[in-house]
T-cell receptor, first 113, second 113 residues
Framework: KQEVTQIPAALSVPEGENLVLNCSFT??????LQWFRQDPGKGLTSLLL?????REQTSGRLNASLDKSSGRSTLYIAASQPGDSATYLC????????????FGQGTELSVKP | NAGVMQNPRHLVRRRGQEARLRCSPM?????VYWYRQLPEEGLKFMVY????????ESGMPKERFSAEFPKEGPSILRIQQVVRGDSAAYFC???????????FGQGTRLTVV
């Protein structure tokens, strides 16, 4: 059974810092891995999608990597801003199960001005 | 493209009433997924549908919950005889193909009083 774990559960940093959020999964048979952002009381915004054949994806100040063999992904945020404050969710798409996603518990990020 | 549309955004029901949650996927998307986010918990998969077919309902509670995605119109998640424990945020996601990027709606926040 696939399990997804995110560390740390919460993180507080001063503005301008570079930071790394971690995601690990137990079964390497995945279609893809997706990082989302969720603001309080809001829906999920897709940040980056990494297909199982890819090693990383970049969008602006965000970079996500995927190491299937070790069951790990990291989300790197460069030059953090207060507007980055949100909960970041990692989700893996399960191979041969129609694309349903298994989510981690999330990392709650607070960037202080 | 309007994105994934869910309504209502907020729904209050008394114990024993029925709740109907609606989801219109993005244009061109034929895969619909429902997830539930209980307070202080992560998102959990409930059901995966394609037009007129339930593909995977392994995450649905066995009683009182049902889902459909008719040939015409939105997908509906129906909860009969709601109980306090059904209070949660219910999210719908859609994708054009299996294993591709999933886009989420803003969610319906159900409160059972």
């Amino acid at each position: 059974k696939q399990e997804v774990t995110q560390i740390p559960a919460a993180l507080s940093v001063p503005e301008g810092e570079n930071l790394v959020l971690n995601c690990s999964f137990t079964d390497s048979a995945i279609y893809n891995l997706q990082w989302f952002r969720q603001d309080p009381g809001k829906g999920l915004t897709s940040l980056l999608l990494i297909q199982s054949s890819q090693r990383e994806q970049t969008s602006g100040r965000l970079n996500a990597s995927l190491d299937k063999s070790s069951g790990r992904s990291t989300l790197y945020i460069a030059a953090s801003q207060p507007g980055d404050s949100a909960t970041y969710l990692c989700a893996v798409g399960i191979y041969n199960q129609g694309g349903k996603l298994i989510f981690g518990q999330g990392t709650e990020l607070s960037v202080k001005p | 493209n309007a994105g994934v549309m869910q309504n209502p955004r907020h729904l209050v029901r008394r114990r024993g009433q029925e709740a109907r949650l609606r989801c219109s996927p993005m244009k061109g998307h034929s895969h619909v997924y429902w997830y539930r986010q209980l307070p202080e918990e992560g998102l959990k998969f409930m059901v995966y549908l394609q037009k007129e077919n339930i593909i995977d309902e392994s995450g649905m509670p066995k009683e009182r919950f049902s889902a459909e995605f008719p040939k015409e119109g939105p997908s509906i998640l129906r909860i009969q005889q709601v109980v306090r424990g059904d209070s949660a945020a219910y999210f719908c996601a859609s994708s054009p193909l299996t294993g591709t990027e999933a886009f989420f709606g803003q969610g319906t926040r159900l409160t059972v009083v």
